[in-house]
């Protein structure tokens, strides 16, 4: 009787895995569906400044919670994190002071801004985080779960099929770009719960999932740049162009350059903790 019970056992992380794939599955679901029963809502643009802000606090908050893990002292503590917290919030307020005031709208003659605003914060981001060996310490101290997890915020990147219905986005982009953000936001929580859980193939899901949030940008960018005016456009030439204005912009200028900053650590976090385990 108990190898009978035993052989039909639910796997209970398999089932945890799958209904976090559902429910984030039915947040992106949701998120698209009220854009779409409610098209005066997002040009508001509250919807877009409660997310950030939401989004822009958790980052802090788990910054702090991982310095709370280490041995640091509470002054060196406090200091790590505004270190942290004061150029990126100034970044914020910057992007979005620019960004209503028009600074990125796309023109066809101009030089494309946008670019600019998505790679040099990355550029910068990498150098500075990745020679810290404050921020290696806190990374070695915090699951590397929460990287992850944290990108759940990923699936409301749907609205940009929301755009493309209310035709303010070309299709070549905002598909793509729109899909492929709420499939990493999705996969987001199941992965970090394969990684936190122990599970055999948890660190080789992390790794894929990073490298494909990386290419879901890569994509995105690329087709983004070929559907803005400007002297790259060969697409969406009837579309106009609401990647680069507000509120639409700050997902480009901000959100972006967040995201692939996140991925980078959590791929250096991975890393270090294979070398510790090799040892």
Same mark, same amino acid.
């Given at each position: 009787?108990?190898?009978?019970?035993?052989?039909?056992?639910?796997?209970?992380?398999?089932?945890?895995?799958?209904?976090?794939?559902? =429910? $984030? +599955?039915?947040?992106?679901?949701? *998120? @698209?569906?009220?854009?779409? !029963?409610?098209?005066?809502?997002? #040009?508001? %643009?509250?919807?877009?400044?409660?997310?950030?802000?939401?989004?822009?606090?958790?980052?802090?908050?788990?910054?702090?919670?991982?310095?709370?893990?280490?041995?640091?002292?509470?002054?060196?503590?406090?200091?790590?994190?505004?270190?942290?917290?004061?150029?990126?919030?100034?970044?914020?307020?910057?992007?979005?002071?620019?960004?209503?005031?028009?600074?990125?709208?796309?023109?066809?003659?101009?030089?494309?801004?946008?670019?600019?605003?998505?790679?040099?914060?990355?550029?910068?981001?990498?150098?500075?985080?990745?020679?810290?060996?404050?921020?290696?310490?806190?990374?070695?101290?915090?699951?590397?779960?929460?990287?992850?997890?944290?990108?759940?915020?990923?699936? =409301? $990147? +749907?609205?940009?099929?929301?755009? *493309? @219905?209310?035709?303010?986005? !070309?299709?070549?982009?905002?598909? #793509?770009? %729109?899909?492929?953000?709420?499939?990493?936001?999705?996969?987001?929580?199941?992965?970090?719960?394969?990684?936190?859980?122990?599970?055999?193939?948890?660190?080789?899901?992390?790794?894929?999932?990073?490298?494909?949030?990386?290419?879901?940008?890569?994509?995105?960018?690329?087709?983004?740049?070929?559907?803005?005016?400007?002297?790259?456009?060969?697409?969406?030439?009837?579309?106009?162009?609401?990647?680069?204005?507000?509120?639409?912009?700050?997902?480009?200028?901000?959100?972006?350059?967040?995201?692939?900053?996140?991925?980078?650590?959590?791929?250096?976090?991975?890393?270090?903790?294979?070398?510790?385990?090799?040892?």
């Amino acid at each position: 009787m108990s190898t009978l019970s035993t052989a039909f056992k639910p796997d209970t992380s398999q089932t945890t895995t799958i209904g976090l794939m559902l =429910f $984030g +599955g039915a947040v992106a679901a949701s *998120w @698209v569906g009220i854009n779409l !029963a409610f098209p005066a809502l997002a #040009p508001t %643009g509250i919807p877009s400044a409660v997310l950030r802000l939401a989004i822009h606090l958790a980052v802090l908050t788990g910054l702090w919670l991982g310095l709370a893990r280490t041995e640091f002292s509470a002054s060196r503590r406090i200091n790590i994190w505004l270190g942290v917290a004061i150029p990126f919030t100034l970044w914020l307020a910057v992007a979005w002071n620019l960004a209503i005031n028009d600074f990125f709208r796309p023109t066809v003659t101009g030089v494309p801004k946008l670019p600019f605003a998505i790679f040099a914060p990355v550029i910068i981001g990498l150098f500075v985080l990745l020679r810290s060996k404050s921020i290696a310490t806190v990374l070695d101290a915090t699951p590397a779960s929460w990287l992850i997890a944290l990108q759940v915020y990923r699936i =409301f $990147g +749907g609205i940009f099929i929301v755009n *493309w @219905v209310n035709g303010t986005a !070309a299709g070549a982009f905002a598909w #793509p770009a %729109g899909v492929g953000d709420m499939l990493t936001g999705i996969m987001a929580l199941p992965v970090a719960w394969q990684l936190a859980s122990g599970a055999e193939n948890g660190r080789r899901a992390a790794i894929a999932w990073n490298i494909f949030g990386l290419l879901d940008f890569t994509i995105a960018i690329t087709m983004g740049t070929l559907t803005t005016p400007g002297p790259f456009q060969i697409l969406g030439l009837d579309i106009p162009a609401s990647l680069g204005t507000y509120p639409t912009v700050l997902v480009p200028v901000f959100a972006v350059p967040s995201s692939i900053l996140l991925h980078a650590l959590s791929i250096w976090q991975l890393r270090r903790i294979a070398r510790r385990q090799e040892k």
